[in-house]
Structures are given as structure tokens and as C-alpha cells.
């Protein structure tokens, strides 16, 4: 299916340029990424020199500015990749993820500090976890109390994030800190972006579901004394630059999630062809295929939505609501799939011989992770009717 399409029907030079990316991005995750990943669950992280070769090859950060080490090649190409690295696996694609939402976020507003580690993480030298979710709940982020405390010339960071993707690989943490606690809400929140190896800080791992090759975990700071460089934007400013982020990364997680449900619903298409039940290949009963059809159709949908949402974004247009509506839609829709792929499939399906399992189980941290459904449908309500529409 073509990405975009110029007006005369040919090609456009955007298309040409997506199109090359998809096909190295497929050759290349078919080949390296899909054969490993159940063993990179097992093995409970992504692979160090896989992630510098994927940043060798320009599958890291491509919309992001040319002379930061990007590409400069926008946000539905940085989407196709996603979708070809999910397609294969998932798990690795946290990593286009995390580097396309941190990346934006600090070539926006880190000003020289944007120029010190936004190429390392193009080439996949570095790898910066994102810290705003806190013990005390992710849904009302506005209200953290994670605190940075200005003393001297710099601050000290003191406090608990928790739910941090990738925490237990990421060298750094771009994360929300209260710098002025007489403001509660989000006007007190700023950025910073700190090294983890720094003194005072440690880090926990949880035992999740699924995304094992991910990790998720919290990260305790105590009084940890940051200069005032390491702040990304100015004071009070955190919390919009994040929900700028969202904006984005929200159409990039719908398309990790169909990029893997997408392989799924091919696998079952294909079997349904070979598996034989009453004389017959089971292609042959609608109660097999029906579920299979709508399936296909919710996923062209949903990637239609994301890449509409992505292709807006590169234009420069508001896309607060349709990122919010891929974010809850997509990864439903991409769930819903793969689990009937799964009972198609039928006993085998439940093996963990089959991938099916895995992927249900790592869709199901992104109907979570970046903000739950009914957060999403929030975010639409209130781009319709205003903050009427919030709780408060
Ligand atoms: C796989 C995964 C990866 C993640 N990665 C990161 C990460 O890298 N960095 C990070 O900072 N965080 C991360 N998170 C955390 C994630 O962003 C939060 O879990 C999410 O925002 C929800 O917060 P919560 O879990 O505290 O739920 P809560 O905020 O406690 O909400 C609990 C339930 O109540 C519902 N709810 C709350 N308020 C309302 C309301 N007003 N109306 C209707 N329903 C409501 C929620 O939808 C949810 O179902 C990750 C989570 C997962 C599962």
C-alpha cells in the first residue's frame, strides 16, 4: 500500500524516500531482528551492538535535524521504520521509539546539551530513557512531586520514577521535576536530563508480563546535585514540552503496535491456506476468515490514522487529537488481532513456540504505557469541547 499519494498519482519525491526506507528497514529486521525475538526476551535486553548497527545503517532518529545526526527526513518516515522494526520485533523498536520522543524533545529546547547527545543517540551510542510516570500514578502526570531543588548554581534532584521503559540499558533519564513547588500543577514542572551513573542514583527491575528485552523499572534519586546546563528548556516549561512529545510518540506506538499485529494476521492468512479440518483447508469456513477480514481492515484504518497524524505533524498542523486517538485505537485494535490470530492458530497458537503469545503480551504494556485509553479519550474530549472536559 503506498504511503502517500501525489495528486497526479505518481509517486511523490516523499514516497520514493519512504518506500527505500521501508525496504531496508524490512531486509534488515527480517534478517537480524525477527530470528532473535524470543531469545531477546530470554536474554532480558537488547543487544549493544545491535542498537549502534541500526544507528550504522539510519534507522535511528531520521526525522530528526542533520546536523544533530538525524536525517532530517520527517516523522512518517521515521514511522515507516517503526513499523518495519515492530513487525519483526517489537521490543527493539523501543528503542527508534524512545530515541525519535527523547531526541525531538531535546533538539527543540536543549540548545548545546541537544548537540552533546543527540547524535550519540542517532548512532546508537546512547540511549535516554524517558521519567515522568511516579509512584503515586502516571494518568494525573501534571501533578508530580518529583523535586529540583535549586541550590548553588545548579539543582539537587530528589524522588522516585517509576514504570521507566528501558531504565535497567539507558545511560540517561530526560525527566519532570518540580522546580517550583508553590506552583502544583504543570506550570512547576522542568525538564532535565541526567547521566545515570551519577552518585545517589539507583535503579530497580520489575518482573513484567511481556517486553522482558525492554525492562521496566524505577529509578530513586537522592539529592543529587545536577548543574543548571543539565535543565532542557526553561524552568516551569516540562510538562508542555513532554505533551508536545506525547503528540508525537502516540502515532509512533500505534504503529509499533500494528507493525506487529501485521505480522501476525500475514502468519495466520498463510496458515489458514495449510491447516486442514473437515476435508478442507480452514480457509474454507467464514467463521475462520470473517474474523481475519475484519481484522485487516481495522489495521489499514489505524495505519492510515497514524500515518495521517504523522504526515501532519511534518506539515506543522495540530495533531494533539489524532495522536491521542492512534494511541488508544491502534494498540486495541492491534491486540484484538493478534489474539485471533492466536486461537486460529488454535492449540499451536498457545505454544511459545509461536510468536503470537509474545506479541499479545507486549501490545498489551503499550494499552498502558504513554497514557491509558480513557486518558486518551480525555485528550480528544478536550480538543473538541475545551477543558470543560477535564477533571480539573
Ligand atoms: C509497558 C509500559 C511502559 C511504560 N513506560 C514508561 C516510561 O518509559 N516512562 C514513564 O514515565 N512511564 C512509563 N509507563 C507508565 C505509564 O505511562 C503509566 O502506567 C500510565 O500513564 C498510567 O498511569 P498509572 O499506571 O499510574 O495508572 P493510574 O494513573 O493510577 O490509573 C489507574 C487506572 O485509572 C484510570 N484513570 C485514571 N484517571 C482517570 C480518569 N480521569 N478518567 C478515567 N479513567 C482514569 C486509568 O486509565 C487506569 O486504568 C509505562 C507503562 C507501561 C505499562
Known sequence: MPDSEGTSGRPTPEQDVGDAVRDAARTFAAGELAPGYAARERLGRIERELIVRMGELGLIGVELPEHLGGLGLGARVAGIIMEEVARADMNV???????????????????????????????????????????????????????????????????????????????????????????????????????????????????????????????????????????????????????????????????????????????????VTEREAFGAPIARYQGVTEPLAESETWLRAARLLCYETLARRDRGEPHTAEAAMCKWWAPKVAFETVHRCLLTHGHGGYSKELPHQQRLRDILGLQIGDGTAQIQKMIIAREKVGRVAVPY
Open 93 to 271: 523498536a523501543y528503542v527508534q521509539l524512545l530515541a525519535s520522543l527523547t531526541g525531538s524533545m531535546l533538539a527543540a529546547s536543549a540548545g548545546e546539551l541537544a548537540e552533546e547527545v543527540v547524535p550519540a543517540i542517532c548512532r546508537g551510542d546512547s540511549l535516554v530513557a524517558l521519567g515522568l510516570t511516579e509512584p503515586r500514578g502516571g494518568s494525573d502526570a501534571a501533578h508530580l512531586s518529583f523535586r529540583a531543588e535549586r541550590r548553588g548554581g545548579g539543582y539537587h534532584l530528589s524522588g522516585e520514577k517509576t514504570s521507566i521503559s528501558l531504565i535497567g540499558q539507558a545511560d540517561r533519564i530526560l525527566l519532570f521535576a518540580r522546580t517550583d513547588p508553590g506552583v502544583p500543577g504543570a506550570g512547576g514542572v522542568s525538564a532535565f536530563l541526567v547521566p545515570l551513573d551519577q552518585e545517589g542514583i539507583t535503579r530497580t527491575a520489575f518482573d513484567d508480563v511481556g517486553s522482558g528485552a525492554v525492562g521496566r523499572g524505577s529509578v530513586f534519586f537522592d539529592g543529587v546535585a545536577v548543574p543548571e546546563r543539565w535543565r532542557v528548556g526553561p524552568e516551569g516549561e516540562g510538562f508542555r514540552q513532554v505533551m508536545r512529545g506525547f503528540d508525537y510518540s502516540r502515532a509512533l506506538i500505534g504503529l509499533q503496535c500494528l507493525g506487529a499485529a501485521a505480522a501476525s494476521l500475514e502468519e495466520t492468512w498463510q496458515y
